[in-house]
């Protein structure tokens, strides 16, 4: 049946890269796709928190078992009710944490969300990651869970690191980058 449904949605033409998905409590959930370009969504990225506390055999445990999503390019806009509406979808969250700058204490395009049960983050991952939120196709990735100070942006500026290398104007995130200039026509 989900198959005849994603066809007729795209044979319309209203949605299309659609993927259907089952929801936890009964029903079916909808979520446009960016480009997964066949990637489990389920397994954990090779990125890894260079400032935890412990081994990386550690740290794979942890994520293994973990019910805390990374989510990242944010909108700076994007208020935590907006992610709250999204993530809810997929389960019972127990909190949500925006990342905010160091210095001006702003959103700066990140967040956590904490589920109460990891089967519930696992339908975030393969329903809402790669997804627009804000105008923004947004990404997940597994978090071993927050620590307090790590709401805080790690760049130079105070935000996060990818946004001072950007050599592009992102309205978005603050517009141009923080350690290249604007360019003067």
Known sequence: MANEVIDRIQYKGRLPQTLLCRAPRGGWMYALVADLKGRDALRHSDYRDQRFKGTSREQSRLLAVSSTLYVGNLSYFTTEEQ?????????????????????????????????????DAEDAMRCINATRLDDRIIRTDWDVGFVEGRQYGRGKHGGQVRDEYRKDYDPGRGGWGKMVPPKMD
């Open 83 to 119: 992610v709250y509406e999204l993530f809810s979808r997929a389960g019972r969250i127990r909190r949500i944490i925006m990342g905010i700058d160091r210095f001006k204490k702003t959103p700066c395009g990140f967040c956590f969300v904490e589920y109460y049960y990891r089967e």
